[in-house]
T-cell receptor, first 111, second 116 residues
Framework: QKEVEQNSGPLSVPEGAIASLNCTYS??????FFWYRQYSGKSPELIMS????GDKEDGRFTAQLNKASQYVSLLIRDSQPSDSATYLC???????????FGSGTRLQVQP | DTEVTQTPKHLVMGMTNKKSLKCEQH?????MYWYKQKAKKPPELMFV???????INESVPSRFSPECPNSSLLNLHLHALQPEDSALYLC???????????????FGDGTRLSIL
């Protein structure tokens, strides 16, 4: 059973702070990792994808991947109230076109 | 707005009705997906089509019947649903580069389905 684990939160940070979201996965062969943001009642929106060990930056977002430790994280710098949402970590299953999602971390950015 | 379009946005149906959910994408993607999402839960994969052929069925009950008429369209036919089938149904698509495909999936806005 392939698993993707996330802390459900809520993670509460003040406006302007760095929010750090973490995810661990069980499938050691996984090669593709994604972060989605989902506002309440809306569909998941792709924020970042990462495939290699290290950091990948896109604006205020940085994804970090460590395959040896089987974890992937998302940093959000200068957090804004509009960043308040559930963040879903998704890992592509080895050998098939399917994603396994974590249960999501709810982020609250306090004004 | 997303590049994956789902209709209708909301659907209320009785347990004896037959209805269909529709999904369309024009990004040239060759893999399309149906997910079911209950409140406060992550999306659960239902079906995957690759090059218009069903490649994954996650043991979904037969009251859900997928169809892929062409590379841009994906339907989900519904018949004799149960109240517990009420959920947000999400369609997604991705480029499909075969076994090494690592392209992200892009989701539509979803259809919120309520079974009376």
């Amino acid at each position: 059973q392939k698993e993707v684990e996330q802390n459900s939160g809520p993670l509460s940070v003040p406006e302007g702070a760095i929010a750090s979201l973490n995810c661990t996965y069980s499938d050691r062969g996984s090669q593709s990792f994604f972060w989605y943001r989902q506002y309440s009642g809306k569909s998941p929106e792709l924020i970042m994808s990462i495939y290699s060990n290290g950091d990948k930056e896109d604006g205020r977002f940085t994804a970090q991947l460590n395959k040896a430790s089987q974890y992937v994280s998302l940093l959000i710098r200068d957090s804004q109230p509009s960043d308040s949402a559930t963040y879903l970590c998704a890992v592509r299953d080895t050998g098939r076109r399917a994603l396994t999602f974590g249960s999501g971390t709810r982020l609250q950015v306090q004004p | 707005d997303t590049e994956v379009t789902q209709t209708p946005k909301h659907l209320v149906m009785g347990m004896t009705n037959k209805k269909s959910l529709k999904c369309e994408q024009h990004m040239g993607h060759r893999a399309m997906y149906w997910y079911k999402q209950k409140a406060k839960k992550p999306p659960e994969l239902m079906f995957v089509y690759s090059y218009e052929k069903l490649s994954i069925n996650e043991s979904v009950p037969s009251r859900f019947s997928p169809e892929c008429p062409n590379s841009s369209l994906l339907n989900l036919h519904l018949h004799a649903l149960q109240p517990e089938d009420s959920a947000l149904y999400l369609c997604a698509s991705s480029q499909d580069a075969g076994g090494t495909d690592n392209q992200p999936q892009h989701f539509g806005d979803g259809t919120r389905l309520s079974i009376l």
